[in-house]
């Protein structure tokens, strides 16, 4: 089965870039999937950060996109996550997940999405 | 953004209660809502998934109902294991997925 495993720095300075690789086992990145970071400040509920599909092909949360780029290295089979200008409020849990798509074939197609598979997560400090 | 508004952020119970938690959603996103459970110091579990469809090797005492802009999950026997905080998502619109805030429950 398909398991994910986050991996990078565990301490940042402020203003500088955020750098967190996820990385699949048992499956293929270039599955029918998006792949996801999702994070978690202290002590607070969960925010999506965007995803990336093994074209490479993105989708961002509107309120990081300038800050964020996903990459993906299919021949490694991981993505990854960069995330610049950061500050205190940046320090969070880091997850990836998988977002696995299903179709339901009715009068019409209807897909829909879930995170079914999620690294550990990693904590990330951002501080001087 | 659609927003997603959970009722109550936090709840006491006792095993064996029923419990029941609400997700609202800023518009309307059809049966596109997920529930995720969280214990502390671990990731997110996904429970249900298109409202009302239970993820495989989930117990059956979890279920999930709604559309349109409001959803519920309800918990019909609640277990010591269940004590954990719970999470809807919309998938309505990949343009931003988007969390509730969170419902905590609690032993009472």
């Known amino acids: 089965q398909v398991q994910l495993q986050e991996s990078g720095p565990g301490l940042v300075k402020p203003s500088g870039t955020l750098s967190l690789t996820c990385a699949v086992s048992?499956?293929?990145?270039?599955?029918?999937?998006?792949w996801s970071w999702v994070r978690q400040p202290p002590g607070k509920g969960l925010e999506w950060i965007g995803e990336?599909?093994?074209?490479?092909?993105?989708n961002y949360n509107p309120s990081l996109k300038s800050r964020v780029t996903i990459s993906v290295d299919k021949s490694k089979n991981q993505f990854s996550l960069k995330l610049s200008s950061v500050t205190a409020a940046d320090t969070a849990v880091y997850y990836c997940?998988?977002?696995?798509?299903?179709?339901?074939?009715?009068?019409?197609?209807?897909?829909?999405?879930?995170?079914?598979?999620w690294g550990k997560g990693t904590t990330v400090t951002v501080s001087s | 953004d659609i927003q997603m508004t959970q009722s109550p952020s936090s709840l006491s119970a006792s095993v064996g209660d029923r419990v029941t938690i609400t997700c609202r959603a800023s518009q309307s996103i059809s049966s596109y809502l997920n529930w995720y459970q969280q214990k502390p110091g671990k990731a997110p579990k996904l429970l249900i998934y298109?409202?009302?469809s239970l993820q495989s090797g989930v117990p059956s005492r979890f279920s999930g109902s709604g559309s349109g802009t409001d959803f519920t999950l309800t918990i019909s026997s609640l277990q010591p294991e269940d004590f954990a905080t719970y999470y809807c998502?919309?998938?309505?619109?990949?343009?931003?997925?988007?969390f509730g805030q969170g419902t905590k429950v609690e032993i009472k």
């Open positions: 048992g499956g293929s990145i270039s599955s029918s999937n998006w």
């Open positions: 298109a409202a009302s």
């Open positions: 990336i599909y093994h074209s490479g092909s993105t």
């Open positions: 997940a998988r977002m696995y798509e299903i179709v339901v074939v009715a009068a019409t197609r209807y897909y829909y999405y879930y995170m079914d598979v």
């Open positions: 998502q919309q998938s309505y619109s990949n343009l931003s997925w988007t």
